[in-house]
């Protein structure tokens, strides 16, 4: 005879477990499984292009190099043609690389819109957030994990597509090299792009919760995420302190950004640089420089050991823009539905 003991069964009412918010971004996954499939791809052909891209200025450099012909010609009208269609091919590489650093660029503007867009106000549009919501899941939690996909997979992707587009730009032979302090160079090189996509992302998501319309929630999104970049451009010469060369004529290293030059008054005044533009002739442009009293010119500029101060400031701004805008859209959210 044998007795089969079994384990006495819980009394009262049993308490769903929650999701975890690994669960809940699995379902994002899935969700926009299409779009994040596309974009990986996207970026997938975008990294071999670079690398075809490095590959074959390489041969046309070894090719032209065994030539030996003369890029600013003399050696004979054999070379001419040879030397014409080098530097052709050098354009055409340096066109090609500004075409994918300004695709870079745009990539924040992109993602923001996409957050506000299809992952967030589409979800409050349709009413479909009241599935997950009846589920033990937290308005909260549901904001977190549409968020979380995003910053993961768009931030890494990227941020290892500039790395991917800095590695080609230094080994591909070009006419000239950019300078550090270019808008496209600067915004595409170091932390600040990954900067601006994580205050895209969370400017779409505060979009995407107050306005709960797709297409006026992604506008908002473009135009706030625009605007930001846009000001940064302009504005990034002033987020570290200058330095300053001084005298009658300026005589400057190389590789700086000038940020602001002008003229100086025997009392020391700051005079603009076009003071005197307007003048006709060298004459007037001299008595125009004695009547304001010049006595020698300034510049503030910008070494290229300020790279990495500026990009870290501009990074941290970001930062705490990008948190500010993620605090707002949680607040919204809970005077929007508790």
């Given amino acids: 005879m044998s007795t089969t003991l079994t384990a006495p069964r819980p009394s009262g009412p049993t308490t769903p477990s929650r999701p975890s918010l690994r669960g809940l971004a699995r379902v994002v996954v899935r969700q926009h499984r299409w779009t994040l499939g596309i974009a990986g791809g996207l970026a997938l052909a975008a990294v071999i ?18 030539s030996n012909c003369r890029i600013d010609g003399g050696a004979g009208r054999a070379c001419d043609q040879t030397a014409r269609d080098y530097a052709d091919s050098l354009h055409t590489y340096r066109r090609i690389l500004d075409y994918y650093t300004l695709s870079l660029m745009a990539l924040p503007t992109v993602f923001g819109a996409w957050v506000a867009g299809p992952v967030i106000a589409r ?44 590695w080609a730009r230094a080994l591909t032979d070009l006419p000239y090299r950019p300078e550090w ?28 919760l107050l306005i ?19 000001t940064f451009v302009y504005a990034r010469g002033y987020l570290w302190p200058r330095s300053t060369v001084t005298g009658r004529s300026l005589d400057v290293e190389p590789d700086i950004w000038w940020v602001k030059t002008g003229h100086i008054t025997g009392a020391g005044e700051r005079l603009s640089q076009d003071v005197c533009a307007q003048v006709s002739s060298v004459q007037a442009y001299a008595r125009c420089m004695t009547d304001h009293d010049v006595t020698s ?11 990495w101060p500026i990009q870290l400031v501009e990074t941290g701004i970001l930062l705490a823009l990008a948190a500010v ?8 959210l809970r005077r929007l539905h508790g």
Avoid: K
């Fill in 123 to 166: 979800e409050l549009e349709s009413g479909t957030f009241r599935m997950a919501w009846t589920q033990s899941v937290s308005p909260a939690r549901w904001l977190a994990a549409r968020l979380t996909v995003p910053v993961v997979l768009l931030v890494s992707g990227t941020a290892a597509l500039a790395v991917c587009l800095n």
């Fill in 325 to 332: 805008a993620l605090a707002l859209a949680f607040r919204a």
């Fill in 181 to 208: 302090y270019s808008a496209h160079v600067f915004t595409t090189t170091g932390t600040v792009l990954a900067g601006h996509v994580l205050f895209a992302l969370c400017v779409g998501a505060l979009a995407g």
């Fill in 212 to 230: 709960r319309r797709v297409i006026p929630a992604l506008t908002v999104s473009v135009l706030a995420t625009g605007a930001v970049m846009g």
């Fill in 297 to 307: 010119h300034y510049l503030d500029y910008h070494p290229a050991s300020h790279f």
């Fill in 49 to 66: 292009g670079l690398i075809a891209l490095v590959l074959r200025s390489s041969h046309v450099s070894g090719v032209f190099e065994a």
